[in-house]
């Protein structure tokens, strides 16, 4: 058990307030994740992932596939990622520029039910709804960005990515993400957005798309986060990644322990970019919120997932970095 002594001299906050952090509060909360970076380390399942991470000076325990990051190494690749992002659009007037304060909205994702607007049903989501989702995103004013709405479910898991991201961009002007699975799934979700931006070198100057992401709470980065990261990285594009820890499910029953952890992993995510593309645009992200005990299930509309937001939104302009959280 480390040994930790009060500290002298610094300063702190007294309950929850709309500044929400001092400095000295996110040094400690920065500190604190150094620290499960490096000595607890991340569980990664990927051998792609592996070899980058250990390439990049981290030390790498190939048997239990736990990858252990050096202080170092985390403020580097946090310096190295942009402190503003642009995500591109169809059309130009709908770019949006994240740059750390400015705010911007999109759709929720990625609902797998839908109530049908017709017959009032309870029904599994389609991609009809994901183009109905999409024409409305692009008509309404107050969104920014067309985030995935819902998944095709009547279309082989295989395909359903694809078909999702080509009735989002053949029904919205405005900047669409894309949720790929494997370095296959990416390659294919970015040789369609060059098709439609007019080819590679138009993509990287205007990024019409962006990836999303999410670690696995607690601590761990599976293959078909790896393999996004890394293809998107290569190919120097936006993307997104973001945690959905639980507290008191898949991370600590406290919301500072959750953040700590949360920090943890999706930086992990963000050094994987910097290290396969030093420079990659990267937003940090959180859907983290805490757990239902009584039903095992994540609490949406709960104050902790906006308490929890505005937290991260903090560390993210801690790092310079844009953010992206999810609305309470």
């Known amino acids: 058990m480390t040994r930790r002594n009060p500290s002298a001299g610094s300063s702190g906050l007294e309950g929850f307030g709309l500044t929400v952090f001092t400095q000295d509060d996110l040094d400690r909360i920065h500190k604190a994740t150094l620290e499960v970076l490096w000595f607890e380390g991340i569980k990664v399942n990927s051998d792609m992932a592996l070899e980058i991470f250990q390439d990049g000076g981290c030390t790498v ?31 130009p007037q709908n770019d949006v520029i994240l740059d750390g304060r400015r705010v911007n909205f999109c759709n929720f994702s990625k609902g797998v039910l839908v109530v049908d607007p017709y017959t009032s049903e309870i029904r599994k989501s389609t991609r009809q709804d994901m183009v109905t989702a999409s024409i409305l995103v ?66 990287r ?61 999706v930086l992990s995510g963000i050094v994987l970019a910097q290290l396969t593309n030093k420079g990659t ?33 903090k560390l993210a302009q801690y790092y310079n970095i844009p953010s992206y959280v999810a609305g309470t």
Request: proline share 6%.
């Open 281 to 313: 645009p990267n937003m940090y992200g959180s859907s983290t919120t805490i757990m239902d005990l009584k039903s095992a299930s994540a609490t949406i509309g709960c104050p902790e997932l906006g308490m929890l937001s505005a937290a991260v939104c």
């Open 61 to 91: 325990d190939r048997e239990m596939k736990k990858v252990y990051i050096p202080a170092h190494v985390v403020e580097d690749c946090i310096r190295s990622a942009p402190s503003t992002v642009l995500l591109a659009a169809r059309d």
């Open 205 to 265: 100057q205007r990024p019409i798309t962006s990836a999303t992401v999410c670690p696995q709470s607690p601590l761990s980065l599976a293959e078909e986060t790896c393999e996004p990261i890394i293809t998107y990285a290569k190919h120097g594009l936006p993307m997104n990644i973001l945690s959905m820890a639980m507290a008191g499910g898949t991370a600590p029953v406290t919301l500072a322990g959750t953040l700590v952890t949360h920090n943890a992993e």
């Open 138 to 203: 692009d008509y309404l004013e107050q969104y920014d960005v067309l985030d995935v709405a819902v998944e095709a479910r009547e279309i082989d898991p295989r395909m359903a990515n694809l078909e999702c991201y080509e009735a989002m961009v053949s029904n919205s002007t405005k900047h669409s993400t894309q949720s790929p699975h494997s370095v296959a799934e990416a390659e294919k979700l970015i040789e369609m957005a060059a098709a439609v931006v007019g080819g590679m070198d138009k993509l």
